[in-house]
């Protein structure tokens, strides 16, 4: 592979990483919003190393006489442009129904560093559903009792139960990779088509055993109205 | 120099050079063009049908790695090319002590202050050892700097509220592990397993120096990352969890599955405490040895290591990491948690 070859590897991956950072918002389908000055700082970065090679070409043979020897780079170099295909070829979209849909025993979300805050009466509160499951898990679960709570995630069907759905959502710490599903069984509402944004309003429906077993099995949401909603710009909680 | 560099890579690596015929340089420009000519032909009539949701979840996983590992790419080689340019060969003489077995610790300790993950790490001690620091001392910090930094341990505390002693274990065990490896490598390893990637140091100026060492090394490391991206995306959409959860009671498989999965799934070290504290069926020793090992040996660092080491290097003294890291995390599990 010669410098030309490198030089245009380079660029093509720059521009790719600052065509999904800066013009568009796809970055967040992978990493968390704050990773975006990092992107786009390594975006310049490698955009800068192609351009600057390629005036280094431009400009001539002088460079050339000791060039032959290092120039050379491994064809695995060849694989940056992997990702880029994928990037314009597959346009990765978010992680959706089809990871939340495993019946696995769900991770328990990352506790908040302080205890909850009231929720208010008569008012629907709006909030995560890390933040619902982690109340309806916890030692809080009572707040919840008789409150109205507006959650925000896509649906998903049950593998076990026929009639029975999830509103889920993905967290995710860093990348897209480490992607945990949250899911809440919404009750007393038909199932929107799988995969489909909606926002629940609804309250908490305490378990007949009293407490849960944090982890197997989610707690139930029963809907008193459904809306289907846009994707939102951050897909992961 | 680096002729040979290009040379030994280039027979691990499938295509050894394309189009050997033809002068090279007549021919690359043109591969590039049908590259990119793909790309905008691709758009109009693949990307309609590349839809299926299994491999649209694998694209996301595998570009989310990638992109990720971007950011701490560039800046592990940033750092690394201004090592071999600038800081002269004599500072690492001075400023690591000079019997090797004392410098491994060193080395070890100084992986708290490079706040970066895994991907960093690799340029960062190959670098090093082009500039004549004993190997062993620059593996040391290689395990040791991405999972003892401050940025990992904060992470740890936050993922584990209430739960101090996973990131004091965490730390102590990764530093021994990185440690005791060093000076195993330093008794028994051999100097024609490991290949010490020399640098192009040009005779210009000291910035074009940097430069290419630069271009070098992000082309190379970037190539195995994303090998590395690629499996462990495979794996991550192939290998259903529940299998490994089913095994969360019994005591030493457990942790062995953990570690296991530390290899598979491939998480930055800045974020695998979350995933770690999620598992939440497993016991704290097993989540230990999964903190632990991951960012000494996962698959991307596999790939990484493979290509910037060789694989004589990579044959044995990964499963060396991997089986120490086990086995110190049960230890410091045994006694700290």
Same mark, same amino acid.
């Given at each position: 592979?010669?410098?030309?070859?490198?030089?245009?590897?380079?660029?093509?991956?720059? #521009?790719?990483?600052?065509?999904?950072?800066?013009?568009?918002?796809?970055?967040?389908?992978?990493?968390?919003?704050?990773?975006?000055?990092?992107?786009?700082?390594?975006?310049?970065?490698?955009? =800068?190393?192609?351009?600057?090679?390629?005036?280094?070409?431009?400009?001539?043979?002088?460079?050339?006489?000791?060039?032959?020897?290092?120039?050379?780079? !491994?064809?695995?170099?060849?694989?940056?442009?992997?990702?880029?295909?994928?990037?314009?070829?597959?346009?990765?979209?978010?992680?959706?129904?089809?990871?939340?849909?495993?019946?696995?025993?769900?991770?328990?979300?990352?506790?908040?560093?302080?205890?909850?805050?009231?929720?208010?009466?008569?008012?629907?509160?709006?909030?995560?559903?890390?933040?619902?499951? #982690? $109340?309806?898990?916890?030692?809080?679960?009572?707040?919840?009792?008789?409150?109205? +709570?507006?959650?925000?995630?896509?649906?998903?069907?049950?593998?076990?139960? $026929?009639?029975?759905?999830? =509103?889920?959502?993905?967290?995710?710490?860093?990348?897209?990779?480490?992607?945990?599903?949250?899911?809440?069984?919404?009750?007393?509402?038909?199932?929107?088509?799988?995969?489909?944004?909606?926002?629940?309003?609804?309250?908490?429906?305490?378990?007949?055993?009293?407490?849960?077993?944090?982890?197997?099995?989610?707690?139930?949401?029963?809907?008193?109205?459904?809306?289907? @909603? !846009?994707?939102? +710009?951050?897909?992961?909680? | 120099?680096?002729? $040979?560099?290009?040379?030994?890579?280039?027979?691990?690596?499938?295509?050894?050079?394309?189009?050997?015929?033809?002068?090279?340089?007549?021919?690359?420009?043109?591969?590039?063009?049908?590259?990119?000519?793909?790309?905008?032909?691709?758009?109009?009539?693949?990307?309609?049908?590349?839809?299926?949701?299994?491999?649209?979840?694998?694209?996301?996983?595998?570009?989310?790695?990638?992109?990720?590992?971007?950011?701490?790419?560039?800046? #592990?080689?940033?750092?690394?090319?201004?090592?071999?340019?600038? +800081?002269?060969?004599?500072?690492?003489?001075?400023?690591?002590?000079?019997?090797?077995?004392?410098?491994?610790?060193?080395?070890? *300790?100084?992986?708290?202050?490079?706040?970066?993950?895994?991907?960093?790490?690799?340029?960062? *001690?190959?670098?090093?050892?082009?500039?004549? /620091?004993?190997?062993?001392?620059?593996?040391?910090?290689?395990?040791?700097?991405?999972?003892?930094?401050?940025?990992? @341990?904060?992470?740890?505390?936050?993922?584990? !509220?209430?739960?101090?002693?996973?990131?004091?274990?965490?730390?102590?065990?990764?530093?021994?592990?990185?440690?005791?490896?060093?000076?195993?490598?330093?008794?028994?390893?051999?100097?024609?397993?490991?290949?010490?990637?020399?640098?192009? /140091?040009?005779?210009?100026?000291?910035?074009?120096?940097?430069?290419?060492?630069?271009?070098?090394?992000?082309?190379?490391?970037?190539?195995?990352?994303?090998?590395?991206?690629?499996?462990?995306?495979?794996?991550?959409? /192939?290998?259903?969890?529940?299998?490994?959860?089913? +095994?969360?009671?019994?005591?030493? =498989?457990?942790v062995l599955?953990l570690a296991l999965?530390a290899v598979?799934?491939? @998480?930055?070290?800045?974020?695998?405490?979350?995933?770690?504290?999620?598992?939440?069926?497993?016991?704290?020793?097993?989540?230990?040895a999964f903190?632990?090992v991951?960012?000494?040996?996962?698959?991307?660092?596999?790939? =990484?290591?493979? #290509?910037?080491?060789?694989?004589?290097?990579?044959?044995?003294?990964?499963?060396?990491?991997f089986?120490?890291a086990v086995?110190?995390?049960?230890?410091?599990?045994?006694?700290?948690?």
């Open positions: 592979m010669n410098r030309l070859t490198q030089s245009m590897i380079l660029i093509l991956l720059g #521009g790719a990483v600052l065509r999904i950072t800066t013009v568009s918002t796809t970055y967040l389908n992978y990493v968390k919003p704050g990773f975006r000055p990092f992107l786009i700082a390594a975006g310049v970065v490698v955009l =800068l190393l192609g351009v600057i090679g390629l005036v280094q070409e431009w400009r001539g043979a002088t460079a050339h006489e000791d060039d032959h020897d290092h120039s050379h780079a !491994p064809g695995v170099a060849w694989l940056l442009t992997l990702p880029v295909f994928a990037i314009f070829l597959i346009a990765p979209p978010a992680l959706g129904a089809f990871s939340a849909k495993a019946e696995e025993p769900q991770a328990r979300p990352v506790a908040a560093a302080e205890p909850y805050d009231a929720l208010s009466a008569g008012t629907v509160n709006e909030m995560t559903i890390g933040e619902f499951v #982690g $109340r309806a898990w916890g030692e809080s679960a009572d707040s919840l009792v008789g409150q109205q +709570v507006r959650l925000t995630g896509f649906a998903v069907p049950s593998e076990r139960k $026929r009639d029975r759905w999830y =509103l889920a959502r993905i967290q995710i710490a860093c990348c897209a990779a480490d992607g945990v599903a949250l899911k809440v069984a919404v009750l007393d509402a038909d199932m929107p088509p799988e995969n489909t944004w909606v926002e629940v309003v609804g309250t908490w429906k305490r378990p007949p055993s009293g407490k849960l077993e944090p982890g197997i099995i989610a707690p139930e949401l029963t809907a008193t109205s459904i809306t289907s @909603i !846009p994707q939102p +710009v951050e897909p992961y909680e | 120099m680096s002729e $040979r560099v290009g040379v030994e890579v280039s027979e691990e690596v499938p295509p050894p050079e394309w189009g050997r015929r033809q002068p090279l340089g007549a021919v690359s420009p043109w591969i590039f063009v049908v590259v990119v000519g793909l790309l905008l032909l691709g758009r109009l009539v693949f990307a309609p049908y590349l839809t299926a949701p299994a491999l649209q979840a694998w694209a996301t996983i595998f570009v989310a790695i990638c992109v990720q590992a971007l950011p701490f790419l560039a800046f #592990g080689v940033l750092l690394s090319a201004a090592i071999t340019a600038f +800081v002269p060969a004599s500072f690492w003489t001075r400023a690591l002590p000079k019997r090797p077995f004392l410098a491994v610790p060193v080395a070890g *300790a100084a992986g708290a202050v490079l706040p970066g993950c895994e991907c960093a790490s690799v340029p960062v *001690a190959s670098g090093l050892m082009s500039r004549g /620091v004993t190997p062993a001392a620059a593996l040391a910090f290689l395990l040791a700097s991405p999972a003892i930094n401050p940025v990992v @341990i904060v992470a740890t505390v936050v993922a584990f !509220p209430g739960e101090p002693m996973m990131a004091v274990a965490r730390f102590g065990a990764s530093l021994v592990v990185a440690v005791v490896a060093g000076w195993v490598w330093l008794r028994f390893g051999r100097a024609d397993w490991l290949r010490i990637p020399s640098r192009p /140091v040009g005779h210009g100026p000291k910035w074009r120096s940097f430069v290419e060492a630069m271009r070098h090394d992000f082309l190379h490391a970037g190539g195995f990352l994303v090998v590395g991206g690629a499996t462990a995306a495979t794996m991550n959409v /192939v290998v259903p969890r529940a299998w490994l959860e089913s +095994v969360a009671g019994i005591p030493v =498989l457990s599955v999965l598979i799934l491939s @998480i930055c070290s800045e974020a695998d405490a979350f995933v770690a504290a999620s598992l939440t069926a497993f016991s704290p020793t097993a989540k230990l903190l632990v991951g960012p000494m040996v996962d698959l991307k660092l596999i790939a =990484l290591q493979t #290509g910037t080491f060789g694989r004589r290097f990579a044959a044995r003294f990964i499963p060396l990491t089986v120490l086995v110190v995390s049960m230890a410091a599990g045994e006694v700290l948690l």
